[in-house]
């Protein structure tokens, strides 16, 4: 099946730096990928939609300055979170869907760790 | 906005025991409907999916859910359990624009 991958699996920053965290489809090309965010014992939330080669689709109440998405290349899309704080710790998501899969069908990365001190 | 519920937070069961989990979503119109689950340690992978037709869907290991439009729901089933079902277990709606709607999810745990 396909394949989804996210880097880096873990970070820890300082409060105030900025933190990248790439996702990638493996095997397939991906115009639409989605960047969520998973709370401890909580749902993923929807963070943004990334669409190759056009701007970033932020759901209500994310703030689109502090969360940079970047999605230069059918397989690649990047979430910058600018000026990190604690409260910015938590486990991000991406999925990708493959338009030639037949269905409606998200594909996961492994997500990352981020934890802000 | 669109929701999905999740009524079962925490599920405990014995291998070879039965296993319903409750899924309920609030919207209107056309939804596809999905079933993830997420292994300990590993990503979210996909157990089975509805679209049209049969509202009784097959999954991968097992595991059917059945669509019932009248009651909006979406519930997930697998006859026996075994002790790698262990895992979390996520149902979400596809509204439209591609985006899912996730529910809170269900630890299940299947004591051996």
């Known amino acids: 099946g396909a394949v989804v991958s996210q880097h880096p699996s873990r970070v820890i920053c300082k409060s105030g730096t900025s933190v990248k965290i790439e996702c990638r489809s493996l095997?397939?090309?991906?115009?639409?990928m989605f960047w969520y965010r998973q709370f401890p014992k909580q749902s993923l939330m929807l963070m943004a939609t990334?669409?190759?080669?056009?701007?970033?689709?932020?759901e209500q109440g994310v703030e689109k300055d502090k969360f940079l998405i970047n999605h230069a290349s059918l397989t690649l899309s990047t979430l910058t979170v600018t000026s990190a704080h604690p409260e910015d710790s938590s486990f991000y998501i991406c999925?990708?869907?493959?338009?030639?899969?037949?269905?409606?069908?998200?594909?996961f990365g492994p997500g990352t760790r981020l934890t802000v001190t | 906005a669109q929701s999905v519920s999740q009524h079962n937070h925490h599920v405990i069961l014995s291998e070879a025991a039965s296993l319903e989990l409750g899924c309920n979503y609030s919207?209107?119109?056309?939804?596809?409907l999905f079933w993830y689950v997420q292994y300990p340690g590993q990503h979210l992978q996909l157990l089975l999916k509805?679209?049209?037709?049969?509202?009784l869907v097959k999954g991968i290991k097992g595991f059917e859910a059945e669509f019932i439009k009248s009651k909006f729901s979406f519930n997930l089933r697998k006859p026996s359990v075994q002790w790698s079902d262990t895992a979390e277990y996520f149902c979400?709606?596809?509204?439209?624009?591609?985006?899912?709607?996730f529910g809170t999810g269900t630890r299940l745990l299947v004591s051996p």
């Open positions: 999925s990708a869907r493959d338009p030639y899969s037949g269905g409606d069908e998200q594909y």
């Open positions: 095997d397939f090309q991906a115009t639409t």
């Open positions: 990334s669409n190759e080669g056009s701007k970033a689709t932020y």
């Open positions: 919207y209107g119109g056309t939804v596809n």
């Open positions: 509805y679209f049209s037709g049969d509202p």
């Open positions: 979400a709606v596809n509204t439209g624009f591609q985006k899912l709607v």
